[in-house]
Nanobody, 127 residues
Framework: QVQVGESGGGMVQAGDSLRLSCAAS????????MGWFRQAPGKEREFVAA????????YYADAVKGRFTISRDNAENTVSLLMNSLKPEDTAVYYC????????????????????WGQGTQVTVSS
């Protein structure tokens, strides 16, 4: 069984930075793709970023490309999301997700392809 938990959310002003952390336990972490998704009020959950087990392959939604950076430390079983130049439209609950194995193609960006989810952490960006 894999357990996933996020931390690091908070309330910031536009232009500020935040780092979200995700701690995962279980064998699946070291080989599975990890991802971050977010859900704003009244909207569907959307893909933010993903990283394969090696850490060398990363993927981003167009809305965050160039501002957010995903990284992972397999020795510590953690995944981080560094968010720079935050905008009010980044306000959402952010979820960390773990897949059982390496995701390919469209599955990288699809919430249902990830098996294990954290409870989410709120990020609020004021203008």
């Amino acid at each position: 069984q894999v357990q996933v938990g996020e931390s690091g959310g908070g309330m910031v002003q536009a232009g500020d930075s935040l780092r979200l952390s995700c701690a995962a336990s279980g064998r699946a972490f070291s080989t599975g793709t990890m991802g971050w998704f977010r859900q704003a009020p009244g909207k569907e959950r959307e893909f933010v970023a993903a990283i394969k087990w090696s850490g060398s392959s990363t993927y981003y939604a167009d809305a965050v490309k160039g501002r957010f950076t995903i990284s992972r430390d397999n020795a510590e079983n953690t995944v981080s999301l560094l968010m720079n130049s935050l905008k009010p439209e980044d306000t959402a609950v952010y979820y960390c997700a773990a897949a059982r194995n390496t995701l390919l193609g469209i599955n990288l960006y699809t919430a249902r392809a990830y098996t294990y989810w954290g409870q989410g952490t709120q990020v609020t960006v004021s203008s």
